[in-house]
């Protein structure tokens, strides 16, 4: 499960480098990070420029979150060209994640969907690979928001947690960071 966090709290190569720990509330999208958040307890943050990135864990699963504009005005919603084109790159990271890691080929849909967590819809998506200890899960949920890519991303275990589990922490946590 150690990996599967740090490869959702790296995220992307622009967030391989060290950074400062992010502020608790972000200035662009006036989201705020408290040690507790929806039932789960900050972990970590990281402020690296044009990236901040937070890490909560809750029971066995780890919930990260990553806002981002990358140096261009995001459009709000989960379903606009810009955003549906950093999804697509989001899950080709994470496949050459794992598979540099050698977890092999990610299982998931062919096709990402819409869910809705509090009042916003998100575009995503259920992962999965194999490890020596069962199948690890993730769920990638993206949208625009307030001028920035808004990326939450929870991994579970399939020995301790289920996707009830995760969308029940989701649903937390989601509404307690977007009120």
């Known amino acids: 499960m150690a990996i599967v966090a740090a490869a959702a709290f790296?995220?992307?190569?622009?967030?391989?480098?060290?950074?400062s720990p992010a502020p608790t509330v972000h200035p662009g999208t006036?989201?705020?990070?408290p040690p507790s958040l929806g039932g789960a307890t900050l972990e970590e943050s990281l402020n690296q420029g044009g990236s901040v990135a937070y890490l909560y864990g809750i029971n066995k699963m780890r919930i990260y979150v990553r806002i981002a504009d990358l140096g261009r005005h995001v459009p709000p919603g989960s379903d606009t060209p810009a955003l549906m084109n950093q999804f697509?790159?989001?899950?080709?990271?994470?496949a050459a994640e794992f598979k540099s890691k050698g977890y092999g080929q990610?299982?998931?849909?062919a096709v990402p969907s819409s869910c809705a967590y509090g009042s916003v819809t998100f575009r995503c998506i259920v992962y999965?690979?194999?490890s020596t200890g069962g199948r690890l899960f993730s769920k990638l949920l993206m949208t625009g928001y307030h001028d920035y890519f808004l990326k939450i991303r929870i991994d579970w275990a399939s020995s301790s947690d289920t996707q009830a589990d995760a969308d029940r922490a989701l649903q937390s946590f989601v509404s307690a960071l977007i009120h």
């Open 106 to 109: 990610i299982e998931r849909p």
């Open 10 to 19: 790296a995220g992307s190569a622009e967030a391989q480098t060290a950074g």
């Open 88 to 94: 697509t790159t989001e899950l080709n990271d994470i």
């Open 128 to 130: 999965s690979v194999s």
């Open 30 to 33: 006036k989201l705020s990070f």
